[in-house]
């Protein structure tokens, strides 16, 4: 899985020009599954993601978690993070997982940030849709979390 994290201030995201999902300060998170993936590996993302420390503390040093600051959320699904543009200049998409797992780990990602205790509002894009994302980036401060770099494999995560 990949997570493209950006801090923002705000975010929202339309659907055919309404606003389906959106968060105060906190974090977008672009949402990205490979074919490999499951349940456990969107578990451990979603942890390290929750106690990822890229929010300010009082010094303006980068020391708290979107936990510690009751930050909102919103979790767009975005299979195009696993582009493919090595040969010619047309991405392929095949190191995308298929609609119906990436749908499936989407779902739970957003379900374990729902239930995390001491995050605020957790919006939603639409699984499929053609999205309109606008945010304003904090800082701008951007961070790619893929499972694969971090060495989790999905037998054994844990």
């Known amino acids: 899985m990949r997570a493209l994290i950006q801090r923002v201030e705000s975010a929202q995201v339309e659907v055919e020009g309404e606003v389906v999902g959106s968060c105060g300060a906190g974090y977008l998170v672009l949402l990205g599954v490979a074919p490999g993936d499951d349940e456990a590996l969107a578990e451990r993302l979603w942890r390290k993601v929750a106690a990822l420390r890229i929010c300010a503390d009082d010094a303006g040093k980068t020391n ?3 936990v510690d600051t009751g930050g909102e959320l919103l979790v767009v699904s975005q299979f195009t993070l696993y582009a493919d543009a090595r040969r010619g200049n047309r991405p392929s998409f095949t190191n995308a997982a298929a609609p119906d797992l990436a749908e499936r780990l ?34 701008p401060f951007t961070v790619l979390l893929d499972t694969a770099e971090l060495g989790w494999e999905t037998s054994s995560v844990g």
Do not use: K, T
């Not at 957003?110 to 849709?129: D, K, M, P, S, T």
């Open 106 to 139: 989407y779902e739970r990602f957003c379900e374990l940030a729902e239930a995390q205790l001491g995050v605020g509002h957790v919006g939603r894009g639409v699984f499929g849709a053609h999205m309109r994302v606008s945010l304003v980036n904090d800082g």
């Open 64 to 66: 708290l978690s979107l």
